[in-house]
């Protein structure tokens, strides 16, 4: 599980790299007013520069999964598995593996959003939509992957 945390990880920090780098991709690229909102209402229009918002939620839910890999095992709600001693750090390297891969897939969400976001602004369609829709289906495989694997740990 080691590993698999690693390279959750890794990928959690190099997608987040990307998403500010297309984010401020399209800050020098856009002109300085863009389509910013589409809905029933029509098409709102704002500054180029409303593509930086995208980035506070994705900074505050990388640093909120910081402070929960810190947090002691006992304090982490898991129903489906018993602690005891003996099991305890491999729970834990689990734990931190499965939260490292959620952390890697709410990123990589985002990396989608600014994507679309930036095609969209610049006049393009983009099928990317579809993928944010069907986003939800790796991230649930990746999050039953990890409660079956926890689960056989602490059994």
Partial sequence: MKRSRAIGNALSYLLLALTVAIVLYGI?????????????????????YTLLLMLVPLLIIVALFAGVERLPLRTMNLPMVRITPENESRVREGVLAMLAWIKASTVALFAVMALAAVQSASGSLSPLFVVLVLWEIPMLAVLGYFIVALARIGG
């Fill in 28 to 48: 020098i690229a856009l002109p300085p007013t863009i389509a910013a909102h589409f809905g029933a209402d029509g098409v709102g229009y704002g500054s180029k």
